[in-house]
């Protein structure tokens, strides 16, 4: 009788999943997915989808001076004219128009200009020092 009663009853055969696989397969598909995202945001940026970056050539802040704690003048150079601007932490405000930078002035302000390599050997090569 034991033996017909052993014989009669269903056999659980349930695969043991262990915890460690369950994390191993939820965090290689989490990784995926933040790789595809990643993918598809270096395409968005490769063909064109996303904003361009605006080139510095259009404006170009040729001076500034600070008149108070958040207050300052700056001189902005354009294609057409270079403005003189007020700049407060609420607003901009228009000072002055003055005539655009002729080439030759630019040409000359760029030559005055050293590099740090110059302006290094120059700090090194002081008078009375030997070297």
Known sequence: ???????GQPVNSQPVVSTGSV?????SVLAVIVLLILACG???KRLGFAPKTVSNQALKVSASV???RQERV???DTADARLVLGVTAQQ???LHSLPPVSPEELASHHVAQQDFR???QNLVKR???KP
Do not use: D, R
């Open 1 to 7: 009788m034991l033996k017909n009663a052993q014989i």
């Open 23 to 27: 994390i191993g397969q939820v965090s």
């Open 42 to 44: 270096w395409l968005a």
């Open 66 to 68: 600070q008149v108070g």
């Open 74 to 76: 700056v001189i902005v």
């Open 92 to 94: 901009i405000t228009h």
């Open 118 to 120: 110059q302006l290094f």
């Open 127 to 129: 008078p009375g020092k």
